[in-house]
Each structure stands twice: as structure tokens, then as C-alpha cells.
């Protein structure tokens, strides 16, 4: 079946979604994304994933800052069957959900209701959780509280890194919308019990505080990075920790405890695979030290408790 719909969206995990409609032959009347923002040294405005695909492929692209009256009114004008939303960072205001005849469609890297709001993929692995997916649902004024159309789980693996979760779940979310739009599902409602809220990153979360326990610590690396430089502070300057791992070991808080290095944490210890100076090129832990010496006995500093 063939839609008339439109794409609004803007972050990397969306491309997927776009390209598998574009490639799906379903009518795109437009893509909406953010304006374009500076990026690079050079601070030069550059668009958006999104709305450098749309380019790509010659869809009409439109760029409002804001869903203003005016913006409602185009939007309303195109006579769609349905709107896909996908990292979109805008908020969708009642007339824009209320346009399309089968409503707007969002595609969420959580199992609603657990993880709704900016951050599913990364506070799922912070909390230490066994399993998350992706959920298509269909919108509503409230915060990705809308009925779900088709949810698929995806196992959390020990090792599994934020970075490559979100590539995992933007594949599956392209291909679990093509389905949702095939099949128009019965909507259902989201459970009563079990919401969480994914609040926003702060980078201030980034900040390798010792006094925790290494498999705290080591979820932090693995579920903040990139978005949020994981780091620890040594002779006046912060050191980004890219990979590590737990393992068994005790010390005091803070002290490095071999060569390799070692850091001992509240609970057991943890072990810097890869790291990187503030404008350095990253490297393991081997190289790093090769120009930067943390020989054990060193004690790093904990960051001060708001």
C-alpha cells in the first residue's frame, strides 16, 4: 500500500527510517527537520542527517523553526495519510497531530512504557537493563504516551556500547514502521504501571566519580559516550575514558593499581582500555601511556558531590 505522508525528523537514528520509506515507493510530500546549526571548527551551518538525505534525494524539505500557525497551515495543506516522527525535537502541537487521516506515527528507542522522553537508549543502559526495542506508536499530546502500534524487544548485551544500540534499533525501527504501515494495527494502550522517564543527559553525568562501583562506572562509559565525554581529571587536565571494563580488584577509591591502568572503584575496579587527551587523538591505554604517565600509587581525584 502506497501513503501519502510526510517525515519529520533530524538526528542519525531517523536516516534509517526515511531511506526505508524512500525505498518502500510510499509518496513523501515533505520531510521536516530543524534548521540547519553550526557544527566543525569552523562553525559553519551544515543540515541536519535528515535533512541531508532529503537533499540528496530531491525531496522537498522545510525547516521551521517552530510549528507556528502559519507552519500548521502547510502542514495541514499537504493531505497526508499519515505523518512518521522520528527524532524530530520538536514538539508536535494538537492541530499537527489531528491533520494526517491516520494520525502521526512515532518510532521510540524504548518498549513503552518503559524509557519515555530524550534518552531511552542511554539511561536503558545506565539503569542496567537486561533488554529494550523499539516501539511504533501513535501520537498523542502526552510525553510518548500514545497507544502502540508494534513493539519489538532487543536483548542488552554486557558489553553493549550506547553508540552501537542506536544503530541496532534505528535498523529494526525502519523496518517495524514499513510494517506498521502496512498492516495498520489495532492501536493498544500502554500499560498502567511500569513508566519511566529518560530524562535529558547532562554533561556533568560524565564526570567518573570513583566512589561508585566499577560496574556503575563501567555503564557509564559504555552508555554515555559519544554524547557525553566519560572522563577523570590528572595533572590539570581531563582525560576522556572511551572503553573500559570491570574486573576484580580492590583499593581505595581512586588509586591506580597497575600498569595497565587499574583504577580501583568503590566496589571492585576498573580497567581504562582506551583514552584521549583534550585535543589529542584517542588510543589504548598503552599508547596513552606512553606520553602520560599514571604510574600506580597515583590517586585521581573524585569529583566534588552537589
Request: proline share 8%.
Amino acid at each position: 500500500m502506497t501513503l501519502r505522508l510526510a517525515f519529520m525528523g533530524t538526528a542519525d537514528f531517523a536516516v534509517p527510517s526515511l531511506t526505508a520509506l524512500i525505498e518502500a515507493g510510499h509518496d513523501i510530500a515533505a520531510v521536516y527537520s530543524q534548521p540547519s546549526r553550526p557544527k566543525g571548527r569552523g562553525h559553519k551551518p551544515l543540515p541536519s542527517p535528515v535533512a541531508a538525505l532529503a537533499l540528496e534525494r530531491g525531496l522537498e524539505l522545510r525547516t521551521p523553526e517552530k510549528l507556528d500557525d502559519h507552519a500548521i497551515a502547510a502542514f495541514r495543506a499537504l493531505n497526508l495519510d499519515v505523518a512518521v516522527v522520528a527524532a524530530y525535537g520538536l514538539i508536535l502541537p494538537q492541530a499537527v497531530l489531528d491533520a494526517p487521516r491516520r494520525g502521526c506515527v512515532n518510532i521510540h528507542a524504548s518498549l513503552l512504557p518503559r524509557w519515555r522522553g530524550a534518552a531511552p537508549i542511554e539511561r536503558a543502559i545506565l539503569a542496567g537493563d537486561a533488554e529494550t526495542g523499539v516501539t511504533i506508536m501513535r501520537m498523542e499530546a502526552g510525553l510518548d504516551t500514545g497507544a502502540i502500534l508494534l513493539a519489538e524487544s532487543v536483548a542488552i548485551g554486557p558489553r553493549a556500547t550506547a553508540s552501537a544500540l542506536h544503530d541496532d534499533l534505528a535498523t529494526r525501527g525502519a523496518a517495524l514502521l514499513l510494517r506498521a504501515l502496512d498492516e495498520n494495527p489495532p492501536p493498544r494502550d500502554q500499560p498502567e504501571t511500569g513508566a519511566t522517564y529518560a530524562k535529558k543527559l547532562r554533561r556533568e553525568e560524565g564526570a567518573l566519580d570513583w566512589r561508585r562501583a566499577a560496574a556503575e562506572l563501567d555503564r557509564v562509559v559504555r552508555g554515555l559516550n559519544p554524547r557525553v565525554p566519560t572522563w577523570f581529571a590528572h595533572d590539570g587536565t581531563r582525560i576522556r575514558v572511551l572503553e573500559a571494563e570491570p574486573v576484580a580488584e580492590t583499593g581505595a577509591p581512586g588509586t591506580v593499581l597497575d600498569h595497565a591502568p587499574t583504577v580501583a572503584c568503590g566496589a571492585g575496579a576498573l580497567r581504562l582500555l582506551r583514552l584521549q587527551r583534550e585535543g589529542r587523538a584517542a588510543m589504548s591505554a598503552a599508547e596513552f601511556l606512553r606520553g602520560h604517565a599514571l604510574p600506580p600509587g597515583t590517586v585521581l581525584p573524585c569529583p566534588a558531590i552537589n
